[in-house]
Nanobody, 124 residues
């Protein structure tokens, strides 16, 4: 069982930045790919970014490419999502998720461990 805890959400003005963290207590986390997803009110959960277990490979949704960057510090069992040039349409609850089965990709069903989510609100 992998428990994930997100932090770093909050209220920011458009054009601002936030850095989300996803921390796990289990050392196995450092061997798992991690994805970031978000869900806005009334909308389906959507893929934001993913990072391989080594950090050597990252993937981004087109809507955040060039503005968001995901990275990880495996020594600290933590994955980050740096969000720059935030827009009001980035407002959502952001979740991190771990893929223990090695399925990969951007589908939420491929990730089997989920954090509780952290709210990001971008004001115009």
């Amino acid at each position: 069982q992998v428990q994930l805890v997100e932090s770093g959400g909050g209220l920011v003005q458009a054009g601002g930045s936030l850095r989300l963290s996803c921390a796990a207590s289990e050392r196995t986390f450092r061997r798992l790919a991690v994805g970031w997803f978000r869900q806005a009110p009334g909308k389906e959960r959507e893929f934001v970014a993913a990072i391989s277990w080594s950090g050597g490979s990252t993937t981004y949704a087109d809507s955040v490419k060039g503005r968001f960057t995901t990275s990880r510090d495996n020594a600290k069992n933590t994955v980050f999502l740096q969000m720059n040039s935030l827009k009001p349409e980035d407002t959502a609850v952001y979740y991190c998720a771990a893929d223990s089965r090695g399925l990969g990709g951007a589908l939420s069903r491929n990730f089997d461990y989920w954090g509780q989510g952290t709210q990001v609100t971008v004001s115009s």
